[in-house]
Nanobody, 124 residues
């Protein structure tokens, strides 16, 4: 069992920045592919960014590429999402997700564990 706790959400003006954190506990963190998804009201949960368990390769949705950066600190068992140049369309609940040794980084159904979510609101 893996527990994930997100933090760092909030209200920010367009063009601003936020850093989300996801603290993991329960298993060997370095064995888990980690990702961030987001869900806006009335929309499906969508992939934002992911980081592979073995190579630490990173993957991004086209809509956030160049603005968001995912990273992980295995010693602190934490994954981060640095979000810059935020736009109103980035407004959503952001969820952290984990799956054991998977290469299916972008696939929602692949993830076994989810956090409770943190709200990000970007005002125009």
């Amino acid at each position: 069992q893996v527990q994930l706790v997100e933090s760092g959400g909030g209200l920010v003006q367009a063009g601003g920045s936020l850093r989300l954190s996801c603290a993991a506990s329960g298993r060997t963190f370095s064995d888990y592919t980690m990702a961030w998804f987001r869900q806006a009201p009335g929309k499906e949960r969508m992939f934002v960014a992911g980081i592979n368990w073995s190579s630490a390769s990173t993957f991004y949705a086209e809509s956030v590429k160049g603005r968001f950066t995912i990273s992980r600190d295995n010693a602190k068992t934490t994954v981060y999402l640095q979000m810059n140049s935020l736009r109103p369309e980035d407004t959503a609940v952001y969820y952290c997700a984990a799956v054991w040794r998977s290469t299916y980084v972008r696939v929602y159904a692949a993830y076994s564990y989810w956090g409770q979510g943190t709200q990000v609101t970007v005002s125009s």
